[in-house]
């Protein structure tokens, strides 16, 4: 088929045959609950100026 044809029964979505059993994947099997620490020796202020610097980064090669 050329390219910009279109084919309704191209469009179909596909049958599933594949009958095994109706075994189904469960996607919250292994979810947790929990919380994330973590330890930094540097200040609130060192990381804000260094977010701002890094900002400004961007801004010039942007440019």
């Known amino acids: 088929m050329g390219f910009g044809s ?3 029964s191209e469009q179909q979505q596909p049958q ?7 075994e189904a994947v469960s996607v919250h099997e292994h979810d947790h609950d929990g919380q994330l620490e973590f330890e930094s ?5 060192q990381l804000v100026s260094q977010l701002g ?5 961007d ?3 942007d440019e």
Do not use: C, I, L
Not at 16 to 22: H, K, N, S, V
Not at 41 to 45: F, N
């Open 6 to 8: 279109y084919d309704e």
């Open 16 to 22: 599933d045959d594949d009958d095994d059993g109706g």
């Open 41 to 45: 020796d540097v200040s609130t202020d």
């Open 53 to 57: 610097s890094m900002k400004d980064e």
């Open 59 to 61: 801004e010039s090669e």
